[in-house]
């Protein structure tokens, strides 16, 4: 397995969304919830002061068009008063006040504008990533694409194969549910497919718009943590079978992992509201098992180097810092320390989902990084299930 990366073009999220705004969002809308007096600490434990969301804070925040009768119709609850007696201006009173009761904004209304904001940064980020790799629209001969919280059919790949005007005989690989592994996943499989083919031209695109799952409505200390990590971005990368100028990292291997029994710790759920994020406090724990699992592999393809091999930089997206601590704490007692400070970097301003380890793939790569650099990315998603590459920068 060989397979050489450009740089990935990264579009963030253009509305910056303070985690102050959020904090005074949610206590102003859940005065009373159990988790109230502690939400100050809650919000600094994250250690995001501001992410970027494709669409602003109000967008997720605004009431549905429809009021409180928007299920039932006005006329249907007019019958239903003058049954039981109500009079004529007593009825178009109880009728006015209900209509003027907030309702949540409906899957339609919460998903629509966050599908088309998704589009249109997945085409940004392409044009950008077959820029960076200086090649043409015409060059592509495979697009893979990943949106996990913006479910449409078709989807992204259809839609940038229109947007970009792909060649019609250009191999379109969605990937819709890969979620938070996209990143290091769909460079597995790009790698798979320029190795069958040494001059096939592979672009991932991973458009993200995490902040669909911002729940106004849910109390729960799980909702309030997911209102606080996400962030919204684009990201893009070409992957060719033989080096190219413009390449920067080669891969060489690839490993995957799935836990059994754990498709119900982290998911999503789809209600007459939108999207919910659902995540179990005993995901942590599991996804360290990857973890572990992942340093296994490393070191059996190491086995007869196993003193002077490491990674020079490893590009970890496990889901949050606290399996980034456990990937301290585990690494080989001679393994050089900072590893990881790009992963934390990217950390800092938000949880990308599958475009994270291409935005922290973006960082290491701007700050520099010498031929011969021993690189190891790492993914982990619902599912359980687990991706990791290792690779070398050019």
């Known amino acids: 397995?060989?397979?050489?990366?450009?740089?990935p073009a990264v579009i963030h999220g253009e509305h910056a969304?303070?985690?102050?705004?959020?904090?005074?969002?949610?206590?102003?809308?859940?005065?009373d919830a159990a988790w109230a007096p502690r939400i100050d600490?809650?919000?600094a434990s994250t250690g995001i002061e501001t992410r970027g969301w494709m669409l602003p804070l109000e967008a997720a925040v605004a009431p549905g068009d429809g009021g409180g009768l928007r299920?039932?119709?006005?006329?249907?609850?007019?019958?239903?008063?003058?049954?039981?007696?109500f009079t004529e201006q007593d009825v178009d009173r109880?009728?006015?006040?209900?209509?003027?009761?907030?309702?949540?904004?409906?899957?339609?209304?919460?998903?629509?504008p966050a599908w088309e904001a998704v589009q249109s940064y997945g085409e940004r980020a392409a044009r950008g990533a077959l820029q960076i790799a200086g090649l043409d629209v015409a060059d592509v001969d495979c697009l893979i694409t990943s949106h996990s919280t913006t479910p449409a059919l078709p989807g992204l790949d259809v839609a940038l194969a229109n947007k970009l005007a792909l060649r019609s005989d250009a191999m379109l690989l969605p990937a819709t549910q890969w979620a938070c592994v996209a990143g290091t996943r769909s460079l597995a499989l790009a790698a798979d497919l320029v190795a069958a083919d040494p001059d096939r031209v592979v672009l991932v695109v991973i458009s993200e718009a995490l902040s669909t799952t911002y729940q106004p409505a849910d109390d729960t200390l799980e909702s309030l943590i997911v209102r606080l990590l996400f962030a919204d971005t684009a990201v893009a990368t070409v992957v060719t079978g033989r080096p190219r100028r413009e390449s920067v990292l080669r891969l060489d291997a690839a490993w995957h992992h799935t836990l059994p029994g754990t498709q119900d710790l982290h998911?999503?759920?789809?209600?007459?509201?939108?999207?919910?994020?659902?995540?179990?406090?005993?995901?942590?724990?599991?996804?360290q098992e990857t973890v572990t699992a992942m340093w296994e592999w490393l070191r059996t393809r190491y086995q007869d180097d196993p003193d002077s091999w490491h990674p020079d930089v490893?590009?970890?997206?496990?889901?949050?810092?606290?399996?980034?601590?456990?990937?301290?704490?585990?690494?080989?007692?001679?393994w050089p320390s900072g590893l990881l400070d790009y992963s934390r970097d990217s950390y800092a301003s938000?949880?990308?989902?599958?475009?994270?380890?291409?935005?922290?793939?973006?960082?290491?790569?701007?700050?520099?990084?010498?031929?011969?650099?021993?690189?190891?990315?790492?993914?982990?998603?619902?599912?359980?299930?687990?991706?990791?590459?290792?690779?070398?920068?050019?």
């Not at 299920?71 to 007696?85: P, S």
């Not at 490893?314 to 001679?334: C, F, I, K, N, S």
């Open 1 to 7: 397995m060989a397979a050489y990366l450009c740089p």
């Open 17 to 31: 969304v303070k985690t102050s705004e959020i904090v005074a969002e949610v206590r102003d809308r859940h005065p």
């Open 41 to 43: 600490g809650i919000a």
């Open 71 to 85: 299920n039932l119709g006005v006329g249907r609850a007019q019958e239903a008063l003058a049954r039981e007696g």
């Open 94 to 112: 109880a009728i006015a006040a209900l209509e003027a009761v907030p309702a949540p904004q409906t899957v339609q209304e919460r998903t629509a």
């Open 267 to 287: 998911r999503l759920e789809t209600r007459a509201d939108g999207t919910h994020f659902v995540m179990d406090r005993r995901g942590p724990r599991a996804v």
């Open 314 to 334: 490893l590009l970890a997206h496990p889901g949050g810092t606290r399996v980034l601590e456990y990937m301290e704490q585990t690494m080989p007692d001679t």
């Open 350 to 394: 938000g949880n990308r989902g599958g475009a994270a380890v291409f935005d922290i793939m973006r960082r290491a790569h701007d700050a520099g990084q010498k031929p011969g650099t021993r690189a190891v990315l790492y993914a982990a998603a619902p599912g359980l299930t687990a991706t990791a590459l290792e690779g070398e920068w050019l």
